[in-house]
Structure formats: structure tokens, C-alpha cells
């Protein structure tokens, strides 16, 4: 995952990035958030501005979003102020991993703050839509529906997550999401604790957490045949993209947008999380063990 460099920050110049299988693109990413990304990335390029600050900007924007979401049950037309801002949020949180690549810096703690700042939108947009639904009807059983929604999604983007990084390394791609070594992060973690600089320790821990959860992915083997697999496989791939973070948020800021003429478009957003997309999931769950390992 991309960031900037940043005090006590583990920064290395990026060596020329291993090809990342198309298959495992999300589709509204790779024909349009990315593209509209590479212009802010353009812009942004030949400034002093960090993929860090583009980061956090992104984070900040999606909090905003779910701040106005909910206050679109109160005065309808901040719901469209809320799309507005989440489709932003998303725009620049592609832009940061462009903007590092185009720098040329990677750091360990940019990874960290990317993934904190995506869990972080993930739950406000849904606490705010959620807010937004059982404040407009007056009716708090919409609260366990924007549960089931947000729990939906957060599962179904954390198996996406781990199926993507199995398939490319089946694929024999060399491509992964998150490079870092464990043992390493772990290494920086301890020496963060021994500088005195805490709060970065606290920020190696918790993604030394996530890292060794997604070490089960990691260690997985290339096929005997990688080109066989691939052929194999790469629409199956291509039907998990649909689980995607990525996905998730381009829905809702559509659904949100809707919202504003028909306000039960919100509660459809978690009902599609909590219906469709968990019924693919457990359609490409079924399908996965079937597959060569």
C-alpha cells in the first residue's frame, strides 16, 4: 500500500512494481475512479503535497460525507451534498497510490494510515446513512439494517482483499497488495516502542495485526501451471472484484445521490449488501475450494 515519508517513517525508493494481474481490478476503479484519479495525481505531482496529506484529505472527506448524509434527514439537499463529497473521497484515496508511484516513496506507516483511513469512511458513511434512514422514518429499526449492511460489507471486502492476494501469487505475478515482510514491521514496531516515538508504535502494531491475519494469503504457492490457472480462473477472479471496497462506496454515493428524490434508496444500499453481494459471496466461496490449489 502506498504513502509518503513521514517522521521515523520506513521510506525505500520504490523498485519497479511487479505487473498486477487486470483481473483483479475492481471494474468501476479501473475504467473510472482511476482514470479521473490520474488527473488529481497530475495536478498534484510536482507539489511539496504527500500521498500521506491526499490520504488524510480522503478520510477527512468521507467523515464530511457522512455528516451530511445524516443531516439529509433534517434538509434533503444535503444528502446530495454527501454524495457529492463521497465520490470525492474516493477519487482522491485512488490518487494517493498513484501520486507514490509517480514520487517514486513508499513508506510502511503510509500503508497504515491508507487502510485506517478506509476503515474509518467504510463506518461513518454507514453510521451516517443509517442515522439518515431511522431519523427520515422515524423508525430505529433501520439500525439493525445499516448493521447487517455494514457488517456485510466489511466481510465481503476483507475476502476479496485476501482472494485477490492468493490469486496473484498463483498467478505468479509477484504482485501483492501489501509487500511488507512481517517480521519486518514487527522489527520497526519494537524500535518505534524504544524511541519513545508511541504513537507510530501503535500504528506498526495494528497493521502488524492485519498483516499476520492476511498471512495465511501470503503464503500460498504458485500453481504447477500459472498460465493454465489463470485461464482457468480469471473470470472467477473477475466476479469477486464485485465485492470490492471500491465498488461498496461507487454504490453508495449513486444510491445516495438517489436518495435525495427517493430516500428508500438508502436502506436498498444495505439491502443489497446484505442480500446479493452475500449470496455471490457464498457462491464464490462454494467455487473457491473447487479450484487447483
Not at 120 to 126: D, H, Q
Request: glycine share 8%; aromatic share 12%.
Amino acid at each position: 500500500m502506498p504513502g509518503s515519508p513521514g517522521e521515523g517513517a520506513v521510506t525505500a525508493v520504490a523498485p519497479p512494481a511487479p505487473v498486477k494481474p487486470p483481473e483483479i481490478e475492481e471494474l468501476v476503479d479501473e475504467y473510472f475512479h482511476r482514470p479521473l484519479a490520474s488527473h488529481v495525481v497530475a495536478l498534484l505531482v510536482h507539489t511539496s503535497i504527500t500521498p500521506n496529506q491526499v490520504t488524510i484529505f480522503a478520510g477527512i472527506l468521507g467523515v464530511a460525507s457522512a455528516i451530511a448524509i445524516a443531516a439529509g434527514a433534517h434538509q434533503s439537499q444535503w444528502i446530495l451534498v454527501g454524495a457529492a463529497l463521497l465520490f470525492l473521497s474516493v477519487i482522491f484515496d485512488c490518487s494517493d497510490g498513484q501520486l507514490a508511484r509517480a514520487k517514486k516513496i513508499s513508506s510502511t506507516t503510509g500503508a497504515i494510515v491508507d487502510g485506517v483511513s478506509d476503515y474509518i469512511v467504510g463506518t461513518s458513511v454507514a453510521i451516517g446513512a443509517t442515522y439518515f434512514l431511522a431519523a427520515y422514518y422515524h423508525n430505529p429499526w433501520y439500525w439493525l439494517l445499516g448493521l447487517a449492511g455494514l457488517v456485510s460489507t466489511a466481510v465481503q471486502s476483507a475476502l476479496f482483499d485476501h482472494t485477490k492476494t492468493a490469486y496473484a501469487v498463483r498467478v505468479g505475478s509477484g504482485y501483492s497488495e501489501r509487500e511488507e515482510d512481517v517480521q519486518h514491521i514487527t522489527n520497526e514496531r519494537t524500535r518505534a516502542w524504544k524511541e519513545g516515538r508511541y504513537r507510530e508504535a501503535t500504528l506498526f502494531w495494528v497493521y502488524e495485526r492485519y498483516s499476520k491475519a492476511q498471512q495465511v494469503a501470503l503464503h500460498i504457492r504458485p500453481v504447477a501451471d500459472p498460465a493454465a490457472y489463470r485461464a482457468a480462473n480469471a473470470g472467477r477472479m473477475r466476479t469477486w472484484t464485485f465485492l470490492g471496497i471500491g465498488t461498496h462506496l461507487a454504490l453508495g454515493y449513486l444510491l445516495g445521490a438517489a436518495a435525495y428524490w427517493w430516500p428508500l434508496a438508502m436502506a436498498s444500499y444495505f439491502i443489497i449488501c446484505a442480500t446479493v453481494f452475500n449470496l455471490l459471496l457464498v457462491v464464490l466461496l462454494w467455487l473457491e475450494p473447487r479450484q487447483g490449489r
